[in-house]
């Protein structure tokens, strides 16, 4: 099988894991708001984690990375929440939605790195995905 097949699989693969995780998380959980914020800071953590532990390699990287944590977390249904609030008329808390979001996730994101023991300053851009 050519290499880049190979990665597609180890990215489906890794797609069908996080989104069972997500249903699973979903099903447990409020299946609301407090959820998809829930996945998508564990998301981001585990991302910055796992970039700052370095490369594992493009198949393990394509399952992890790109496949498990790019549908195990969302950015199309937190856009969707910003749009529902907003045209139900709260447009402060969809304004509080949108600014905790990015700034709790990009905090996750810096604590993953940092829990992995390599601070920003110290990454490479290479091999990321």
Known sequence: MPK???ELAF?????????????AVTVLGDSGRGSLMFVN????????????????GAHVNRFFAVGFLGSFTT????????????????WLGSAVWI???VALGVAAA?????????PAS???NEGRW
């Open 11 to 23: 990215v489906f693969a890794g797609g069908a894991a996080g989104t069972a995780l997500r249903v």
């Open 122 to 124: 110290q990454q490479s």
């Open 99 to 101: 600014v905790a979001s």
């Open 75 to 90: 950015f199309s249904a937190f856009a969707l929440e910003s749009v529902v609030l907003a045209d139900d008329g709260a």
């Open 4 to 6: 880049h097949l190979r």
């Open 41 to 56: 800071l564990v998301g981001a953590f585990c991302l910055g984690w796992f970039l700052a532990r370095g490369t594992y």
């Open 110 to 118: 810096v604590a993953g790195r940092s829990v992995a023991g390599r």
